[in-house]
């Protein structure tokens, strides 16, 4: 049982738009600050977004990131069958004095 | 270029114990909480461990907590995770990441080690 709460599984048609979202409590997003992590099948988690809405240099900015309290959203448009992963969202929280992670959302580009 | 080489995953026995050490490149490792995190063959991740940059501060999640030891020689741009006491749950890619300054996210990986516990 993950700390943030991520549905299992979303899927849209390539061009369309997809979000996910990422739900925890004032101890971890309502305090801290969200990042979210693409994993492509058999490779290492690679960052899309940190501090809740910024992106690093080469993520296209089909990828956006917004957080509102104690819940965050990832939206991704003109979906990609490369697209296709798992994504996670990750933060700080206080009372567990640990990093924690969603439980994964499995994108699929139908 | 930022690079993670992570060395050290094994088959080892329940109760056996195991070091990875990861090797950094690519930037000022001193300067730089590192992090890692682990992901049981078809699971989610799973945050371990993180230590500060001069090694001053250490968290763990607790389920290694007492049983695995983070820490770092900033001489050789290393990063290293004794484990102690391992136990079947515990298998796992292990990855070493560096932190992006003010904890805002984790913004390199290493390509991961597999550590394998069973009899």
């Known amino acids: 049982q993950s700390v943030l709460t991520q549905p299992p599984s979303v899927s849209a048609a390539p061009g369309q738009k997809v979000t996910i979202s990422c739900s925890g409590s004032?101890?971890?997003?309502?305090?801290?600050?969200v990042s979210w992590y693409q994993q492509l099948p058999g490779t290492a988690p690679k960052l899309l977004i940190y501090d809740n809405n910024k992106r690093p240099s080469g993520i296209p900015d089909r990828f956006s990131g917004s957080k509102s309290g104690t819940s965050a959203t990832l939206g991704i448009t003109g979906l990609q069958t490369g697209d296709e992963a798992d994504y996670y969202c990750?933060?700080?929280?206080?009372?567990?004095?640990?990093?924690?992670f969603g439980g994964g959302t499995k994108l699929t580009v139908l | 270029e930022v690079q993670l080489v992570e060395s050290g995953g094994v088959v080892v026995q329940p109760g056996g114990s195991l070091r990875l050490s990861c090797a950094a490149s690519?930037?000022?490792?001193?300067?730089?909480?590192m992090h890692w995190v682990r992901q049981a063959p078809g699971k989610g991740l799973e945050w371990v461990s993180l230590?500060?940059?001069?090694?001053?501060?250490?968290y763990y999640a607790d389920s290694v907590g007492g049983r695995f030891t983070i820490s770092r020689d900033n001489s050789k741009n290393s990063l290293y995770l004794q484990m102690n006491s391992l136990r079947t749950e515990d298998t796992a890619f292990y990855y070493c990441?560096?932190?992006?300054?003010?904890?805002?996210?984790?913004?390199?990986w290493g390509q991961g080690t597999l550590v394998t516990v069973s009899s």
């Open positions: 690519g930037f000022t490792f001193g300067d730089y909480t």
């Open positions: 990441a560096k932190d992006i300054p003010g904890w805002v996210g984790i913004d390199c």
């Open positions: 230590i500060s940059w001069d090694g001053g501060t250490t």
């Open positions: 004032s101890s971890n997003i309502g305090n801290s600050y």
């Open positions: 990750g933060t700080w929280d206080s009372s567990l004095s640990a990093w924690v």
